[in-house]
């Protein structure tokens, strides 16, 4: 599987506070599809990403993060000219801070197609975070997705409001209809789309073969399309773990491993699918990283084949 798309340093705080106020922070790596690739790899799916980072420091700590995952960063690109993006989170609650104009991931064009390692690969993921970062993105995105393909491509929305003043976001709306796989946040799309539900979702993109849902605390819907009749299967819906909460930043891109693990696997049902999605997204919310290992095997496996009522009763401290 083959994961596109920035990822930058992060910088946690590792004291409470406002954040004028805080000294002491923690640098890791955040970026949504370099944290799906990272999560695969984790689950035994073999993955790559492709990006570009800069010739610099927090450069090299992103490339060996990730590859350190055992993520293959072999078609990651260095920009001898421009940074390697940054971002910040603030632990009173404040919205994440992003330095990434002008990164070199920003840089990123139609030119990198003729390098991405194709070969052999059954997914490609994107999200809807690349086309933001400037016009030269979008096209890359525009372009990938137009490619005729043997691969399936898989889309998170992921609205980032903050990218996207003076953009167009209809453009998520076009590409989403060019996928197989699409994961929207139902108050994304919301709030991109004015939609309300995964029924409306639907209705406003019918295109996809896969179309999930995800309703928060609540859950997560599925709607696929049954390649015999060209019709829609009966939704459906299993409901999220009860966790812990430690923080709630990358438990979408979490999800989105745990689904693509278990649609890749090949043999699943649509309500193993989505559960698999949970147990992922349940890890990461436990931490206040983006990135972690999987619940413990013994507690996936139960969960996996537990009866509704079970599956309802658990709770992931």
């Known amino acids: 599987m083959l994961c ?7 910088f946690v705080p590792a004291q409470d506070g406002p954040p004028e106020s805080v000294r002491t922070w923690s640098r890791t790596v955040g ?18 990403w492709v990006s ?7 450069g090299r700590a992103v490339t060996a993060f990730v590859g350190g995952y055992g993520v293959d960063v072999s078609g990651v690109l260095v920009d001898p000219d421009r940074p390697t993006g940054l971002y910040v989170k603030e632990s009173d609650g404040s919205p994440v801070r992003y330095y990434r104009r002008g990164s070199a991931a920003s ?10 390692p194709l ?20 096209a890359l995105m525009r372009e990938l997705f137009a490619l005729p393909r043997t691969h399936l491509l898989s889309f998170d929305l992921n609205w980032r409001p903050a990218l996207w003043p003076g953009r167009d976001p209809d453009v998520l709306r076009e590409l989403a209809a060019a996928a197989d796989i699409v994961l929207v946040g139902a ?41 015999a009749t060209g019709e829609d299967r009966p939704e459906v ?13 990358g438990a979408g891109d979490a999800f989105a491993a745990g689904f693509l693990a278990a649609t890749l696997h090949g043999t699943a049902g649509p309500g193993h699918r989505l559960r698999a999605g949970h147990l992922q997204a349940a890890a990461v919310l436990r931490t206040r990283d983006d990135v972690c290992g999987p619940l413990p095997a013994d507690t996936v496996e139960r969960l996996l084949a537990a009866d509704d009522a079970q599956w309802a009763a658990a709770h992931i401290r």
């Open 4 to 10: 596109l798309g920035e990822s930058m340093a992060l």
């Open 31 to 48: 970026g949504a599809e370099s944290n799906v690739a990272c999560h695969l790899a984790g689950l035994g799916v073999p993955s790559a």
């Open 52 to 58: 570009a980072v800069g010739d610099d420091a927090f």
């Open 107 to 116: 840089a990123l064009g139609p030119d990198l197609l003729p390098k991405l």
């Open 119 to 138: 070969d052999g690969v059954r997914l490609v993921h994107t999200s809807g975070i690349t086309p933001a970062l400037s016009d030269s993105c979008l």
């Open 187 to 227: 108050d994304e799309a919301a709030t991109v789309w004015g939609t309300d539900g995964p029924a409306a979702i639907r209705a406003l993109l019918p295109e996809p073969a896969t179309l999930v849902v995800k309703q928060a605390a609540d859950g997560a819907t599925l709607i696929e399309r049954d390649p």
């Open 237 to 249: 819906f299993t409901p999220a773990l009860r966790v812990d909460v430690v923080e709630e930043v």
